[in-house]
């Protein structure tokens, strides 16, 4: 077409002069059409009127001079011919982005439809790891953003072949390079017809002639999002992703209708391989009835409207992006984009995926700790029992030996939730409970408390996931004694090792007191004894010893553009590592005060723990006296750099607030009860605190954390470590800590969280010394509400804030035996029901505690770790008077 006359092109005429201006543009050129213009992404040969005069001019003077034989008119021809077709090139040239595609039209692998708005792409693309691709719908301004409709979930292209075009029956299709094809809509026999993404995200089938005539659209066929403005049903449902990297159908599905209690009601509805486990409330008219729990978000983030079989929703505000997601675990997720951070909030997420019934089959146990993202599976096999298939973790475990009555065994499963079907004896003593199972053969479990008594199951057990109890379970007594020896083979070694090293400790601090070193020598330990002491505790391989020459280089030789910010341990810097990956580097400091103990303390324990609001270690260096630990990048930094600082505070709206909340409870929850080992951290503070992607909390520094024996209670130390304003009374003044220390610790985390002020930097309002006083002496007087951050601008639900409040204040009682465990902290916060005791006054309410000012500047970073050492004997601080005294006057 590029070599046609004008006149052909646009009036369709044929005359002799034609073959000349064709000519003409190869030669005056000197080279091939196609080599010398760039690839039009769309060519027409639609009349373009503002060159209408030009054009005509054009055309007759080829006409007149363009015989074949005139060959002294051919410059002059190639020359105005040459004007007009640059023209028309910019003419017939998309300057815009397309938001349609016509019946004779197509794009390919690289380019995309953009929506009028330029809030919605659809184009090809691949999810995750995978290299896959899809043809989907994405948010525009949204970096690394999730599809939120994808075409061919299930049939992927295998290469960047793929083309999405209609077929000539006027059927939608994604072609690959091989020929074959995927229907995408199919409506045969219609050509009047143009694709389009429109400004809602919807991508649809419409007539060119009325465009408001909608053939097909993708809000009928939804993949796992629900966009504002969709319409969800039973049968037009979301249907999970399979896994992080993978778009096919997976287990879960979400709809809308008739309640399965009452058929006159509707509510949201989650199934599982068409298993209904989850149940919204019904819908009265109410746009929250759904979902009650939303109403206590402050700014209400969703409003449904609904009849009996359809549901739709608008978001609040209006113009803020919106999705509601059913994620690959089967849960259901309502997310705000925040435009300033770059980032989805996520605002209510329910159910977890165990509650799902029977999960992972019988005998099989569900683990809700494992992220959705990762290839880990959910579902794990007990001790003594083996996967029914290899190929699928769900389908329950059987028994490697069978149970032979006589002789049997019994071995402990902790952290576990009783399963279903249990059956209740009447009799007192665990020995008894135990004797009644095991004199049944068909018993295959038994559990025992003082507050629930004595249960025991029969056959199969099924439903069994993690939780707070502990279930006997019965073995062969092959299983059993194999049990105890596979016990010894791993615990010896690493029990002769750390005598080991205690013994070495001894002899060297010993010989370090006898003069021989210098102040801040530390016995040097060997890269090979670390490594030795992570394998020992069972973590698997992606523990990294690093030299320091890689540090060095990840850090760009840490320099000060990387330095995030300096603890007690020492500097932290951001580095890069090799394969990409973000890590953050903490240095111990020659005049930290902490050396070896820390550093291997931090090792052992945060080996055994894996916990979504924990933070993770990822490796560590030794190289001479040089020691560094490294973590895992936490990109939104710690706590106190939002809390403590105006301008950022305003940030963390109250959801946000309340997800922290929640999240460091658990954190604590996990320590406390569910870790492999019980665990006090002794240092919670802002901080401490480092916040992800996504906001969610993470706990970190364990390098002051110490494992306590849950049946013990108390510990005492003469070594009493900590920051000043978050030490509860009773560890401070006498070195007694337990995991009511860390309840102190949290209580004042969560007033301040509230309140948006320091403990300490409290001393100005009212008559307290600190922030616990000021709010012992608002709640005292009803004026609570003065304790709210003025940066939620009433945006926060009263009742809610109140909860949280009164919850604070129970956590930060003088008596350790008055506050509550994390568990009942936990419970009181989520349950609105829930009966509050009346809190009573809090630890040290009249003690004077450094302010900001005598806090070094800088303090608010990642990883920041502040210690103080207060080494007193624990008679000489038994007074609480002269205990305030003393800690004011330091």
Not at 114 to 136: D, T
Not at 256 to 284: D, K, L, V, Y
Request: charged letters at 20%; one cysteine or more; proline letters at 4%.
């Amino acid at each position: 077409m590029l070599y046609w006359q004008l006149e052909n092109c646009f009036h369709g005429i044929f005359k002799a002069g034609n073959p000349v201006c064709s000519w003409s543009v190869e030669l005056f050129a000197g080279q091939k059409v196609h080599t010398i213009l760039p690839r039009l992404q769309q060519v027409s040969c639609l009349p373009c009127s503002p060159l209408d005069s030009l054009l005509r001019e054009t055309q007759s003077l080829c006409l007149e001079k363009a015989m074949l034989v005139e060959i002294s008119y051919l410059k002059k021809c190639a020359v105005v011919l040459l004007i007009p077709s640059v023209l028309a090139i910019r003419c017939f040239s998309a300057t815009t982005p397309r938001d349609t595609i016509a019946f004779n039209e197509s794009i390919s692998d690289g380019q995309n439809l953009v929506s009028s708005n330029k809030k919605f792409v659809l184009g090809f693309f691949s999810p995750g790891a995978s290299s896959h691709r899809y043809i989907g719908v994405w948010y525009n301004s949204v970096p690394r953003g999730t599809a939120v409709w994808i075409a061919n979930r299930n049939d992927p292209v295998q290469d960047k072949s793929g083309v999405l075009k209609f077929d000539e029956v006027g059927n939608l299709i994604v072609k690959n390079g091989t020929g074959s094809s995927f229907i995408v809509a199919s409506e045969m026999g219609v050509r009047d017809r143009e694709a389009a993404i429109l400004d809602t995200g919807n991508f649809v089938l419409r007539s060119m002639t009325d465009r408001s005539k909608i053939i097909w659209e993708s809000f009928a066929s939804p993949t796992d999002t629900w966009l504002p403005g969709m319409n969800i049903t039973l049968g037009n449902l979301l249907k999970s992703w399979k896994s992080y990297d993978d778009p096919a159908t997976g287990d879960y599905t979400f709809g809308f209708g008739p309640s399965i209690a009452n058929a006159s009601a509707s509510q949201f509805i989650i199934m599982w391989n068409r298993i209904s486990f989850w149940t919204s409330e019904s819908w009265n008219g109410d746009t929250n009835s759904l979902i009650p729990v939303l109403k206590s978000m402050g700014i209400i983030p969703v409003s449904f409207q609904c009849d009996n079989l359809t549901c739709m929703y608008t978001p609040n505000p209006a113009d803020i992006m919106t999705k509601i997601v059913l994620d690959q675990s089967g849960s259901l997720n309502i997310t705000q984009f925040n435009s300033e951070a770059k980032l989805w909030t996520l605002l209510w997420r329910h159910p977890d995926s165990c509650d799902v019934s029977n999960l992972c089959g019988v005998n099989g146990v569900c683990n809700s700790s494992v992220s959705v993202s990762t290839s880990e599976s959910i579902c794990k096999c007990p001790e003594g029992f083996a996967p029914q298939e290899q190929s699928n973790s769900r389908k329950g475990c059987t028994r490697k030996t069978p149970l032979q009555c006589n002789g049997d065994r019994f071995i402990d499963m902790l952290n576990m939730t009783f399963p279903d079907n249990r059956q209740k004896l009447s009799v007192v003593e665990k020995s008894e409970c135990e004797f009644a199972c095991m004199e049944n053969c068909s018993c295959t479990a038994y559990a025992h408390s003082l507050s629930d008594g004595c249960s025991l199951w029969h056959g199969n057990l099924t439903h069994l996931q993690n939780g707070v109890e502990t279930l006997h379970l019965r073995v062969a007594a092959s299983e059993s004694h194999g049990h105890k020896m596979l016990w010894i083979a791993y615990v010896l070694p690493p029990v002769a090792f750390l005598v080991f090293c205690l013994i070495s400790f001894i002899w060297i601090r010993r010989w370090k007191n006898k003069g021989k070193g210098k102040q801040h020598d530390h016995p040097l330990v060997m890269a090979s004894d670390v490594m030795k002491l992570w394998e020992s505790e069972d973590t698997g391989s992606h523990f990294m010893m690093l030299s320091f020459s890689q540090i060095e280089n990840a850090t760009d030789n840490f320099s000060t553009k990387n330095k995030l910010g300096e603890g007690g341990f020492g500097p932290v810097y951001k580095g890069n590592l090799p394969n990409g990956q973000d890590v953050a580097v903490k240095r111990l400091a020659a005049n930290s005060g902490q050396g070896l103990p820390e550093f291997k303390n931090e090792i052992l324990l945060i080996a055994k723990l894996q916990h979504s609001n924990l933070v993770g270690l990822l490796g560590c260096c030794i190289d001479g006296e040089e020691m560094l630990l490294i973590y895992e990048y936490m990109p939104n930094k710690s706590l106190d750099f939002f809390l403590f600082e105006q301008s950022r505070r305003a940030f963390l709206v109250w959801a946000m607030r309340l997800n922290i909340i929640e999240g460091i409870a658990q954190g604590l929850i996990y320590l406390h009860k569910h870790s492999r080992l019980r665990i006090i951290h002794r240092d919670l503070k802002p901080s401490n605190i480092l916040l992800d992607t996504d906001m969610n909390p993470k706990i970190s520094d364990f390098g002051m954390a110490r494992i306590f024996d849950p049946k013990g209670g108390l510990a005492n130390t003469k070594r009493v470590v900590g920051t000043y304003g978050y030490m509860a009374p009773e560890y401070a003044m006498a070195g007694i800590f337990s995991v009511k220390s860390d309840v102190f610790s949290y209580g004042v985390l969560l007033l301040e969280i509230i309140s948006g002020l320091r403990n300490a930097a409290a001393r100005g309002h009212g008559n307290s010394l600190n922030l616990l006083g000021h709010a012992w002496e608002l709640w005292k007087e009803g004026r609570w509400r003065e304790l709210i951050d003025k940066s939620l601008h009433d945006a926060c639900p009263e009742n809610m804030v109140l909860r949280c409040i009164h919850v604070g204040l129970l956590c930060v009682q003088e008596n350790a035996a008055d506050r509550p465990s994390m568990a009942e902290v936990i419970s009181m916060i989520t349950n609105e029901n829930a009966t509050l005791p009346a809190a009573k006054q809090p630890g040290f309410v009249s003690m004077l505690l450094p302010t900001e000012a005598d806090v070094p500047e800088g303090s608010c970073s990642l990883n920041d770790l502040s210690i103080t050492r207060l080494d007193a004997s624990a008679s000489a601080m038994a007074n609480h008077g002269a205990a305030a005294l003393l800690i004011a006057s330091l």
